[in-house]
């Protein structure tokens, strides 16, 4: 059974940093996007950023140049570096991959629990 297992939220200042981290784990035979969504208090589950397996990004426009996800194949690990925080960035943060488990022919989309991310300004 394949788990995201989320981290590093809290509660930080406006200006400040967080670093979040989703680790996979299971039997899983390939992971190919690792990304994070968020979902503010009464709005909707937005994608923040997103990585592939080969390295490429993609980010919204709202944290661009604030925000860095990067993501270390060998842990099935999945960081998302916060820098910056705004009020508005305060939210649920979920881990999301797209991988194969060992045990299918196919991919599939997964999801962690989130973890919550408070800015106060």
């Known amino acids: 059974q394949v788990r995201l297992v989320e981290s590093g939220g809290g509660l930080v200042q406006a200006g400040g940093s967080l670093r979040l981290s989703c680790a996979a784990s299971?039997?899983?035979?390939?992971?190919?996007?690792m990304g994070w969504y968020r979902q503010p208090p009464g709005k909707l589950r937005e994608l923040v950023a997103r990585i592939d397996s080969g390295g490429n990004t993609i980010y919204v426009d709202s944290v661009k140049g604030r925000f860095t996800i990067a993501r270390d194949n060998a842990k099935n690990t999945v960081y998302l570096q916060m820098n910056s925080l705004k009020p508005e960035d305060t939210a649920v943060y979920f881990c999301?991959?797209?991988?194969?488990?060992?045990?299918?022919?196919?991919?599939?989309?997964?999801w962690g629990q989130g973890t919550q991310v408070t800015v106060s300004s």
């Open positions: 299971g039997s899983i035979f390939s992971i190919n996007i």
């Open positions: 999301n991959t797209y991988l194969r488990p060992q045990e299918s022919v196919s991919y599939s989309y997964y």
